[in-house]
């Protein structure tokens, strides 16, 4: 039985919200709710700290990453994280280290390591499967728990942090972040990338909402919450080809770190965006498109 426990908001500190739902993946219990000051939506009440781990350690791949220890029979996609940071020449003068914070089996990993050979390279991941294959690849394992004091013992400074996926797992964010920004080495960067709440690109009591997913940001919030843990935003990304519906934000580290700009629309758009949503998404022609478009995508047809 998973043990339950209230927070407040992460990025303003304030205790006020609206409920969204109850209805998340698998059946799985939870409560979605906004905080009606600022924005930011996030699960209250949610899992203590316990359960969590207990279910990224040995139950998590499982459920999203049933494929772990299969065969690749097919040649890699292009790596967006490396496509991206190209793209827009943001990756460091120097890479020497690399870490990869919720690395699952390293697959990031093994991209950059093949782009930049030379380099070291490290991951934080709680799955015991994971960490197995992250130790046969030879990576360093820096902790099993982000949550932990993992960066006061820590000497090394990185170039290049990767959380893709991972910022809205964390029960902490901003202290994350925070972390984060006190080992990142000079002219480093941190690469974020999370599902984007104002562009979802499925059902969101089927599949968006989920009970591992504790924050659900859009680019209102995860600004904010960068800038408060001492981030500067170098790019913002709003979808693109290799998925419409991520948010990622390229940062370095700032002088120091800017309060969050509050604004009350930032909370209207969010709350209406989801209250429309889920009203479309109950309606029988919406569940007629999607059962169109999944025949079509199948068919090959666009």
């Not at 991520?246 to 629309?265: D, G, H, M, R, T």
Request: proline residues 4%; charged residues 25%.
């Amino acid at each position: 039985m998973k043990k339950t426990h209230s927070v407040q908001c992460n990025l303003c500190n304030k205790n006020q919200t609206e409920h969204i739902s109850n209805k998340g993946q698998f059946d799985i219990p939870l409560d979605v709710v906004i905080c009606t000051n600022c924005g930011l939506s996030y699960l209250n009440p949610r899992w203590n700290k316990q359960s969590y781990m207990e279910f990224y350690a040995n139950e998590y791949d499982s459920f999203y990453r049933p494929e772990i220890y299969k065969k690749r029979t097919t040649r890699e996609e292009v790596n967006p994280i490396i496509d991206r940071l190209t793209s827009y020449n943001l990756f460091p003068h120097e890479i020497n280290n690399v870490l990869d914070i919720g690395s699952g089996e390293g697959r990031n990993l093994s991209a950059l390591q093949n782009e930049f050979n030379g380099a070291s390279f490290f991951a934080i991941e709680p799955s015991k499967q994971s960490q197995s294959l992250l130790e046969k690849a030879g990576y360093k394992l820096v902790s099993s728990d982000v949550d932990s004091d993992w960066d006061q013992a820590n000497e090394t400074k990185y170039d290049i942090v990767i959380m893709r996926h991972v910022l809205e797992h964390f029960l902490d964010p901003l202290n994350i972040l925070t972390k984060v920004r006190n080992v990142l080495a000079d002219g480093g960067i941190l690469y974020i990338a999370v599902p984007n709440c104002l562009k979802p690109t499925s059902n969101l009591e089927l599949s968006w909402f989920r009970i591992v997913h504790t924050y659900y940001f859009n680019k209102f919030t995860l600004e904010n919450l960068v800038q408060k843990a001492g981030f500067k935003i170098d790019k913002i990304i709003d979808g693109d080809s290799h998925n419409k519906g991520e948010l990622v934000v390229v940062v370095s580290a700032a002088n120091k770190p800017i309060a969050p700009q509050i604004k009350s629309e930032h909370f209207k758009i969010q709350r209406d965006f989801f209250v429309d949503r889920l009203k479309e998404e109950k309606s029988f022609k919406f569940k007629i498109k999607k059962l169109t478009s999944g025949f079509k995508r199948k068919l090959g047809i666009q």
